[in-house]
């Protein structure tokens, strides 16, 4: 964003004057080089299902690396998954 933050989000629709999002956290550094993730606007409802932004608002949109999706996917995911699944054995 021009503000500086980066900002992951679902991306719904690109438009010409807007994109369209959900779920949007920002990235927060973290002691020794971590990333953590915060809510972008805390005053957003949970309940809202999309959220219109200006695109000139935006310095660009590219897919994030592997552990950032992961994260993401587990901070919005209603299944939890362990981090080793191994084998199942029935």
């Not at 964003?1 to 991306?11: F, K, P």
């Not at 971590?34 to 219109?52: H, N, Q, Y």
């Amino acid at each position: 964003m021009h503000s500086g933050e980066d900002v992951i989000a679902d991306l719904i629709k690109e438009q010409a004057e807007e994109l369209i999002i959900n779920n949007p956290i920002v990235l927060v550094p973290g002691r020794d080089g971590t990333v953590g993730f915060a809510p972008w606007s805390p005053v957003i409802s949970p309940d809202v299902k999309e959220l219109r932004i200006r695109a000139n608002y935006v310095v660009y949109v590219t897919d994030p690396n592997d552990d950032v999706v992961r994260n993401y996917k587990d901070i919005f995911s209603p299944i939890i998954t362990p981090s080793n699944a191994g084998k199942i054995i029935k």
